[in-house]
């Protein structure tokens, strides 16, 4: 099948409409491409060729019957292995896991199917979403597409690598401090973190529940905004999904950006930055003031405690979210154990890999009697901070641009025997994170090595019109390479 690496939602859509090939065929070139490079690539945990060809099937059936095949209909799509998928295996990248099998769907997994998408597998990530370099998988690291030395980033980094390297036009990843964005960006492909709310997490496999969200991962702003309108919503199964409108997003998306107006806080292009990624930046904001946005300067003050809060937040949640996996109803229950505690001792240490086990021990700490009021409290305390200073910039401006990450995609292994090193990546997104409000990379560019680059949009909670509207006034503008 000619061009199937760059195929889109509307592609998809034509090409089946126009008959130039059906949605099985679609789905076993889909499957053919994903299988044959993942030896290498390292990007899917698991494949669904069963489930695939049944969806395949039934869009089939509808374009036979005359029938509309939805908004996805046919189209091949990824799924982060942190995210149920009935019937098939959901590990987490965790030997805890490695042989469950979902007993139900996501809701975002349940939503895309019933608009026609059709799922090829299941996405390599960091054990439990968990990192930054996809490195933490107990399996076996995903290689950038762009530079296969290269981490993809993380955790969702199979995810992004599929859509960035042509195994599927769209994916679903889950980002709780920057896991969405910052893959995207190492590897060039557009990626959202919707508002926290915006989309149901029933069924996503909880690390730090104050925290995480499901969101798209696609190769053009436009089919973010359609698989982000698909899953978005309110959610019986989940009360922490908002019961907000859900805008036409891709219906409104050419709307003019002139006039808007843009923050640039100097927190962000301070030291640490390399230099490559600073400049392309600047060219995307110049980008952004030739389409007649209107820039100023903004301050986020509490920027430089964004890390240590998140930090404590996270581990905190974490061990609390992950004691369930003890052996007993969840996780792999260990051979060798003569009484209860050796058991739980013992399944829990074959289970977790060395991250894993860090966060717990750091989570249970910070959360311990004495030290709660010391770690946790004050944490809490910070983020309130960091809210605050976005709702403050976001009453002067309807946008935030920053850079994802402070450096392109580095190298496999480069970071990691320093693990402060490897949460310095996420010192651009934990921000937005702990605000709740939602952010995107799009591409803007290459370092000069070749790596891919990519530019934060932040917009405030529910505002993700204003974020795609500027990401595809921006993608429109002479694509995202230049
Ligand atoms: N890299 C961050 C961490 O390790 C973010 C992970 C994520 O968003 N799931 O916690």
């Known amino acids: 099948m000619q061009n199937y690496r760059k195929l889109t939602i509307e592609s998809v859509r034509q090409g089946l409409l126009e008959g130039r090939f059906s949605a099985r065929e679609l789905a076993q070139e889909a499957l053919r491409t994903c299988e044959a490079g993942n030896g290498d690539s390292g990007v899917f945990l698991s494949f669904t060729p069963g489930r695939a060809l049944a969806a395949a099937d039934r869009v089939d059936a509808r374009i036979a019957a005359g029938r509309d095949i939805g908004p996805l209909g046919g189209v091949p799509l990824a799924v982060k292995d942190v995210i149920m998928t009935e019937g098939e295996r959901t590990t987490c990248a965790s030997r805890a896991l490695e042989n469950f099998v979902a007993p139900y769907s996501a809701t975002a997994v349940q939503r895309v199917e019933e608009a026609g998408a059709v799922i090829v597998g299941k996405t390599n990530c960091d054990e439990f979403a968990m990192g930054s370099s996809n490195e933490n998988s107990a399996f076996f690291p995903v290689r950038n597409p762009a530079d296969p030395e290269r981490v993809p980033g993380g955790s969702s980094g199979g995810s992004a690598a599929a859509v960035a390297g042509g195994c599927t036009p769209i994916s679903l990843g889950s980002d709780t401090g920057g896991s969405i964005r910052q893959p995207a960006s190492f590897c060039g492909a557009v990626g959202i973190m919707p508002t926290y709310g915006r989309v149901s997490r029933y069924g996503l496999v909880a690390f730090a529940s104050s925290l995480d969200h499901i969101g798209p991962f696609s190769r053009t702003v436009r089919d973010s905004a359609a ?26 998306l050419s709307a003019d950006v002139a006039g808007l107006k843009i923050g640039i806080p100097p927190e962000y292009f301070a030291d640490g930055l390399d230099p490559a990624v600073g400049e392309r930046i600047e060219a995307g904001i110049g980008r952004l003031e030739r389409l007649g946005c209107r820039t100023r300067k903004i301050s986020l003050p509490h920027t430089r405690y964004a890390i240590a ?33 050796d058991m739980y001792r013992n399944s829990r240490a074959e289970s977790f890999g060395p991250e894993v086990t860090r966060r717990i021990i750091l989570g249970t700490y910070v959360l311990s009697a004495g030290y709660y009021d010391a770690y946790y409290r004050k944490a809490q305390e910070v983020r309130a901070l960091i809210a605050r200073d976005f709702s ?18 580095f190298k496999l292994g480069e970071k990691t025997s320093d693990p402060l090193q490897m949460y310095l990546s996420d010192i651009y997104t934990i921000t ?12 803007c560019g290459r370092s000069p090595e070749g790596l891919p680059i990519g530019m934060q949009i932040l917009t405030n909670h529910f ?20």
């Open 309 to 341: 809060s998140y930090y404590l937040i996270c581990t905190a949640e974490a061990s609390s979210n992950l004691a369930r996996y003890d052996g007993v109803r969840y996780s792999k229950r260990s051979e060798r154990s003569g009484t209860l505690s």
């Open 392 to 409: 403050e910039a976001f009453a002067e401006v309807d946008a935030i641009i920053t850079p994802v990450s402070p450096f392109p995609a």
């Open 432 to 443: 937005g994170s702990l605000a709740g409000i939602a952010g995107m990379s799009v591409p």
């Open 463 to 482: 505002r993700e019109q204003t974020m795609l509207n500027l990401g595809h006034a921006f993608e429109l503008d002479g694509g995202f390479e230049s």
């Open 227 to 252: 698989l982000l309108g698909t899953i978005a919503g309110a959610d019986p199964f989940d009360s922490t999904a908002a019961n907000a409108s859900v805008p036409d997003y891709a219906a409104d």
